[in-house]
């Protein structure tokens, strides 16, 4: 957004602005220093509040784009760790005026002596930066019931170069200029008041709409001309006005359910937190290891799409020559340019004690489960501290192994291991629940997040983001994780979604569990940068999931589109997680990575008795970008229900009743239910998704709606219901019980309801349209046409002005009488020109949005605080 490089990120200094009440000595002034072994070195608000708003505003020095903010808290030893009036939650607005302040973060502090940070929202939702010289922290509760909430020192960090933050300032003020006028050039052209609208963009010289889009209002608002109104929607189609519209049409989902087994009609077992990777050129599905209930897995199979069978690869890598031992919560891809498996991470039956997992703090596997995990005997003691480990074996150590198996070539079936601690050659420690994904052109593997698994189980750690450059062997770390590196910063998580787009370099992270939050925010990482951009603070209120962990994400990056099974949510810490059955699939849509996209939920097959399988987490997934199918198997069903999809299974293993009429499942200890099934989900877009010409026919429909209905008001009623038997009928998909439906029912709501005819016009009639005609119409538009009706109507919501739009008293405002740049033509009356504009914005619905008019109104942006209405 600038022409310079961005400054560094530095403290931002800032004064008291205002408080509400405090208790005693307790001064807002005291934060301003750090003293954190300092006991009254806080501001602690009143117990009683006049306006029942508890406030901390600050004003900043200087105009700055501001990137985090710093949670201080007590840190003295001699009383205790933790403190009743720390903030528990509390909510951060900024703002260039004290009265006019916009919320951009709502979060929880821990209550422990470390401080914390917070990155700040700091871009609108097209990506342009914006200045702050307000800041606001609104505490909402604390930790302790019935005590005052207590603020201890605040620290701002941000972006203060004079130079450059007045470069951003000029930027939004004329960014913000523009919304408005454009908003109001909307609301102007819809309350007919043509002539000032004409004039302001004759001034401002800004492009309010598309060339085309101003046609199509002329042609369908102000002179009624069909013909020209239909044929401007095909150019608006061949111009590629519509793209928008197709892109955002919700797709459909058709699963089916795989039976493929082995000569032996073997399949692997029932398991959770396995690793699956596919090979895309030979149509190949590898997966390995997991936890079955008991113990961890160290199988490896290939399933072969193109003959339906799997196959089992070894019934224990551990055995082989550099092979891994039993695992779950590992993560695997796959390289194409060499056809290679790389294999990192892992929860194995010897990592963290069952003490440790009966708090909670287990693997994805099973996040709730009672000491569910025995350490399992291998029937001799692992090896002393320093001792040699052979390769190959299973021991429960802490190191970090980083493994490849090569598929094709001389070395065919054999393991390497690269490295037996990725940590001490600069690489990520042993994690669990972490992300991968691949490179295969430039020849680089991405980590991100994961739990450390370490001797100090019960300290919840995590892992950064990390590359491996399978070229060089080198390892390179990421400081987008670290609060004092990067403005914004990705918090640590485990349990997320990570994808690549190869094409961008952008790295997308989300969703998650952090501490015992699950997180609904997104982020995306430049990789050439080094940039982080929120994209989502809490996508849930931007119309997507709920926050989740363990999920699964694939990505289309042709399609840029990112695929998203749900597994568990939660809508607080605390509340015992469940598995989400209403809504569990998702798209995420984007145009450009580094700005907010649009989330859609993938729609039910059509076909209800389709299979669906049942919800569930620590599954698996898998795309072919060639063939468009999601690959899904196993994971975890929560509580110990049989499986669960709406076609029998002939296998022993299956059974029970409809997916969709399963409630949703809360998780509970020592009784979960792992699956053993494998899916394809095929993304259906030709019933969901329309091509051009489906668009202009959906269109067409809306404007011969509009023509029958002017028709069966003015014209005679034969004409009308001929018009309908033929022209609207030609354009209506009557297999779509919906569609079909509102066709049925315009015969009955405009030409049965339509008011008595005054007698026809004696006057011969000179225009084929109702309102007129640009230049003349084709003789199709002028039969398709009523005849031109008087000016005033009985339907009219009060009687047409004089024609000249200078009607007095109050009430003109809202008459919509004629402006007089329609003069000399046939215009509407102000019912009908308001009829037509409500039509013509239904049309503007398959209009991209850079080609047409804001769609917010701008009555609907007004606040009434303060309002007279």
């Known amino acids: 957004m600038s022409d310079f490089p961005e400054p560094d990120v530095v403290t931002v200094d800032y004064e008291i602005a205002a408080s509400s009440g405090h208790s005693g000595s307790y001064v807002a002034e005291n934060i301003l220093v750090d003293r954190p072994t300092d006991q009254s070195s806080r501001w602690s608000s009143a117990i009683a509040v006049t306006n029942g708003k508890q406030f901390i505003r600050l004003r900043l020095k200087q105009l700055s784009i501001l990137k985090s903010i710093t949670f201080g808290k007590n840190n003295d030893c001699q009383f205790h760790k933790t403190h009743p009036c720390n903030i528990k939650e509390f909510k951060v607005l900024v703002g260039l005026h004290e009265n006019n302040m916009t919320e951009i973060l709502l979060a929880g502090l821990k209550n422990d002596p470390m401080p914390e940070t917070f990155s700040i929202k700091h871009t609108n939702r ?269 021991w429960p150590t802490h190191c970090s192994e980083f493994y490849r198996y090569h598929t094709r070539g001389l ?176 798209i995420y849509r984007y145009d450009r990575p580094e700005l907010p996209g649009k989330w859609l939920k993938i729609l039910p097959g059509k076909d209800g008795d389709s299979p669906v399988p049942q919800p569930r987490y620590a599954h698996q997934v898998v795309y072919d970008s060639k063939s468009e199918i999601v690959y899904m198997h196993g994971g975890n069903a929560g509580l110990g229900i049989d499986e669960v999809e709406s076609e029998p299974d002939p296998r022993p293993s299956g059974s029970g009743s409809s997916a969709e009429a399963r409630p949703s499942v809360t998780l509970e200890a020592d009784t979960e239910s792992r699956l053993d099934d494998f899916w394809q989900l095929e993304i259906v877009r030709y019933a969901y998704r329309p091509n051009n010409e489906e668009i202009v026919r959906r269109a067409l429909y809306e404007i011969r709606q509009q023509q029958f209905r002017e028709m069966c008001e003015d014209g005679p009623p034969i004409k009308a219901l001929t018009f309908l038997q033929t022209r609207v009928s030609s354009v209506v998909n009557h297999d779509d019980p919906e569609e079909a439906k509102v066709f049925r029912s315009l015969l009955s709501t405009h030409l049965l309801a339509a008011p008595a005819r005054p007698p026809p016009p004696t006057r011969a009639s000179t225009s084929g349209s109702s309102g007129g005609s640009r230049g003349g119409s084709s003789d199709a538009g002028r039969a398709d046409s009523p005849p031109p009706r008087k000016r005033s109507r009985p339907s009219s919501p009060m009687p047409a002005g004089s024609g000249s739009g200078s009607g007095s008293g109050s009430g003109s405002v809202l008459r919509f009488d004629e402006d007089p740049i329609e003069a000399g033509g046939n215009p509407p009356s102000p019912e009908r020109y308001r009829q037509r504009t409500q039509m013509f914005e239904r049309l503007l619905a398959f209009v991209n949005d850079d080609a047409k008019q804001p769609d917010e109104n701008l009555l609907d942006m007004l606040s009434t605080d303060g309002l007279v209405v």
């Open 126 to 394: 097209v990506g342009m930066p914006f200045p702050t010289r307000y800041v606001e922290i609104v505490p909402l509760s604390a930790h302790g019931q019935s005590f005052n909430t207590s603020v201890w020192h605040i620290s701002l960090a941000g972006i203060t170069d004079e130079q450059y933050v007045d470069q951003i300032r000029s930027r939004y003020q004329e960014y913000r200029e523009n919304v408005v006028l454009r908003q109001i050039l909307k609301h102007l052209r819809q309350r007919r008041f043509l002539t000032p609208m004409t004039q302001i963009l004759a001034r401002a010289g800004l492009q309010f709409e598309h060339a085309l889009i101003t046609s199509l209002h002329e042609a369908f608002v102000l002179q009624g001309n069909w013909a020209e109104a239909e044929k401007v929607i095909r150019d608006c189609a061949n111009d590629g006005l519509l793209r928008s519209y197709r892109q955002a049409c919700e797709a459909g989902m058709r699963w089916t359910r795989i039976r493929g087994m082995d000569p032996d009609g073997d399949v692997p077992c029932r398991r959770g937190g396995h690793a699956m990777c596919i090979d895309e050129e030979y149509g190949l599905i590898y997966l390995f290891g997991g936890w079955d209930g008991q113990r961890s897995l160290d199988d490896f199979w290939v399933y072969e799409i193109a003959k339906d069978s799997w196959r089992l690869l070894s019934s224990a890598t551990s055995r082989e020559k550099n092979g891994p031992g039993p695992r779950a919560c590992h993560k695997m891809v796959f390289d194409s340019k060499t056809g290679s498996i790389y294999l990192l991470g892992r929860l194995g039956d010897g990592d963290g004690s069952e003490t440790h997992r009966s708090i909670g703090h287990g693997h994805s596997e099973a996040p709730l489960r009672r000491s569910s995990l025995p350490i399992i005997s291998t029937g001799t003691s692992p090896p002393e501290s320093g001792s040699h480990v052979p390769l190959g074996s299973a």
């Open 411 to 586: 070395d065919a079936g054999k393991w390497d291991l690269l490295s037996f601690d990725t940590a001490s050659s600069g690489g990520p420690p042993l994690v669990s629940d972490h992300q991968m994904a691949i490179d295969c052109d430039a020849q680089v593997i991405y980590i991100s997040g994961g739990r450390v698994v370490d001797a100090e189980w019960d300290a919840l750690k995590f892992s950064g983001l990390y590359s491996y450059n399978i070229r060089t062997s080198g390892w390179k770390m990421y400081n987008a994780s670290d609060i004092y590196a990067a403005h914004p910063f990705i918090p640590p998580r485990w349990g997320h979604s990570m994808v690549l787009d190869p094409k961008t370099q952008y790295l997308f992270i989300f969703a998650g569990q952090r501490d015992e939050r699950y997180l609904s925010d997104m982020y995306a990482f430049h990789i050439p940068t080094s940039t982080v951009t929120e994209l989502f603070p809490n996508f849930t209120s931007a119309g997507g999931p709920d926050p989740c962990f363990t999920q699964r994400a694939v990505i289309d990056p042709d399609k840029r589109e990112i695929y998203v099974l749900c597994g568990l949510t939660r809508s607080r810490p605390g509340v015992t997680p469940v598995l989400e059955s209403e809504s569990p699939y998702w």
